[in-house]
């Protein structure tokens, strides 16, 4: 045993030999402590794996598929204009646009419709992006015109008592 907890905990034999025997007894190796649970996780949920469903409906409310957002195959027939809008606008437009069609689930979506809605999403977050980034370029140069402008102001009023004082001398 002494043998193994040196080697397992990397303790030369005087390290351990000064341990307590209330430490001795108590101690656990690093790759045991790690297995051991931290916290009281009794609250997490646990997915149960489930074998892919044959039918390509989508799946019912109460299903364990009902957290998966549904899709049309294509976005290609709607405007990038449509596209730009906010995310709550874009939800409710597809929304109102997926009642009453067929939508497939995630196990029947190909990866070029992977690929395309992908694509839309990081086209309207980048525009989200660019937006907000140019406002506040926008805000901090006017801040910066204005601060130009007053600086400006002031070096000419310098300029003017410089030449009075210069008059008088």
Not at 8 to 25: E, G, I, R, V, Y
Not at 28 to 45: E, G, L
């Amino acid at each position: 045993m002494i043998l193994m907890i040196s080697l397992c905990a990397n303790f030369t034999q005087n390290k351990f030999s000064l341990m307590s025997k209330d430490n001795k007894n108590t101690w656990i190796c690093h790759a045991c402590r790690v297995k051991i649970p931290k916290h009281d996780n009794t609250n997490t949920p646990v997915r149960i794996s489930t074998s892919k469903p044959s039918n390509t409906s989508p799946a019912p409310p109460g299903s364990d598929h009902s957290n998966v957002t549904m899709r049309y195959k294509s976005r290609q027939g709607v405007p990038d204009n449509q596209i730009s809008g906010s995310s709550s606008q874009n939800t409710s437009l597809w929304d109102s646009q997926l009642e009453g069609k067929h939508v497939s689930t995630m196990n029947n979506l190909s990866m070029e419709e992977i690929r395309g809605i992908v694509k839309d999403e990081f086209n309207i977050a980048f525009s989200h992006f660019e937006t907000n980034l140019l406002k506040n370029m926008e805000i901090k140069n006017n801040e910066l015109i204005e601060r130009v402008e007053q600086l400006t102001t002031s070096l000419n009023f310098f300029e003017i008592k410089y030449e009075e004082i210069r008059a008088d001398v």
